[in-house]
Each structure stands twice: as structure tokens, then as C-alpha cells.
């Protein structure tokens, strides 16, 4: 059984759950175990089983797919209060995890078991909304980053990834290499669109990060307006 301090944690991260019926909020306590994360373990590899419903407590992981050449592209991350898109679809279909998910912080996780969450699904009405909601508006933030992938250039996704990246100072705690994974890039492409922001004052590079300097100009040149094409 897990203790009270993680269950506080985890249901304040998901308060939908504190308003299942007892017996169901019950089961879904009673079921639940918490796992951690360091950073940089691999949270699930293509082709797994997946063996339960994950929440993230804290903690950042990224969800990505590799190429055969190597390449590779994210498709999205999952923060605290978020659940894995994925993770769910496999769930439902019975399928095995079509992507791989790995740790950029260390992360807390809430993790019920397949069988449970089958039975609460059915059993449950208000975890059954809950799970089709957020599945819902998590599957339309992937056909957001499909209709990105195929429609919008390289220069303004690293614009809108820069922005979504930032901190409150505007700091951006990557570096090339790393963006360019995220983007499905490399890294010399994504240098020389940075050094030419630098050139107009709306980035500054140093080691490991990037800061915003100009937020309003990568705004509108995220959105296309300062684009050239």
C-alpha cells in the first residue's frame, strides 16, 4: 500500500480521480503503485507491452521515434498532471508501444495495473469520462504535431519549440544537439538559424542553453508572419 505523503502528491496532481465513487476510488488507491525515474532511463522501448495506465506525478519525460537512419524526432512530453497518449491507446487496443519514452528529469510516476484499469474502465463512469477526456485532448495535441511536421518549415517550429521551452527568464535549457533530436533535425541546421537570431538580437547561445531575447519577434516569426519561407 503506498503511503499518504505519495497519494497527496499524486491526487493533487490529478484531482478528477478524488471524485470516483468510493468503492472505485478504493480500488484505484488500493491498485496504484508509484515508480521513480532518473534522468535519462528509458521509460518505455518500441515494441513493449504496455503493463499499466502511467501518471506523471513530477518530473518531464519525452516521447520520440527513431528512423532507421538514426534519426530522431519527438512527438511530445509528459509533465506533471499529464498522462502518456500512447501508453493509453495501447492500453485499449492491446497493442505494444509504437514509439519509445525516456526521462529528461527524474520523474515520479502513479502506475495502475492493466487488469485495474480495465475494470475501472468499465465499471466506472466517472473514470471512464475522465480516461476518454484527457485521451481525447492528448490525441488532438499529436494530430497538432503531425499537422506541424508536414506543414511547417524547420525555422518556424524551432521558433515555437524555443518559445514552449523557455523558462520564465527565457532561458532554454538545451543545446543544439538536442533541439535538433526534437525536431528531427541536425544539429548544424539548427546552428545556423540560431546564429542568425543571435545576429538580430532575439537569442543569445552559451553552453548547454539558449535564452529569448526578442519573445515577441519569435512569436511572430513562429506564427509566419516574419517568415521568408
Excluded at 101 to 116: F, G, I, K, Q, Y
Excluded at 187 to 208: F, K, M, N, P
Aim: aromatic share 8%; glycine share 6%; charged share 25%.
Amino acid at each position: 500500500m503506498p503511503n499518504n505523503d505519495l497519494i497527496s502528491r499524486w491526487l493533487a496532481a490529478f484531482p478528477e480521480l478524488t471524485e470516483l465513487e468510493d468503492e472505485h476510488k478504493s480500488e484505484l488507491i488500493g491498485a496504484t503503485q508509484f515508480n521513480r525515474l532518473r534522468e535519462g532511463d528509458i521509460a518505455y522501448r518500441q515494441g513493449q507491452t504496455c503493463h499499466n495506465y502511467v501518471m506523471c506525478i513530477e518530473g518531464q519525460t519525452r516521447v520520440f521515434k527513431t528512423s532507421e537512419s538514426g534519426r530522431e524526432i519527438l512527438l511530445y512530453q509528459v509533465g506533471p498532471g499529464e498522462t502518456c497518449v500512447l501508453t493509453t491507446s495501447c492500453l485499449m487496443a492491446g497493442s505494444p508501444f509504437p514509439a519509445e519514452s525516456t526521462a529528461e528529469t527524474d520523474v515520479l510516476l502513479a502506475a495502475l495495473p492493466a487488469s485495474n484499469f480495465h475494470r475501472l474502465l468499465s465499471s466506472s463512469q466517472r473514470f471512464r469520462k475522465y480516461v476518454l477526456d484527457n485521451y481525447g485532448d492528448l490525441l488532438s495535441s499529436l494530430i497538432m504535431l503531425v499537422d506541424e511536421v508536414a506543414f511547417a518549415s524547420l525555422d518556424l517550429r524551432l521558433a515555437r519549440r524555443l518559445l514552449a521551452e523557455a523558462d520564465a527568464k527565457g532561458v532554454v535549457a538545451k543545446t543544439h544537439q538536442q533541439l535538433a533530436l526534437d525536431l528531427g533535425s541536425v544539429r548544424e541546421v539548427i546552428s545556423r538559424y540560431l546564429s542568425e537570431w543571435e545576429r538580430l538580437g532575439w537569442v543569445q547561445a552559451s553552453r548547454g542553453q539558449i535564452e529569448v531575447k526578442n519573445r515577441s519577434a519569435l512569436a511572430s516569426y513562429g506564427s509566419g508572419e516574419a517568415a521568408s519561407g
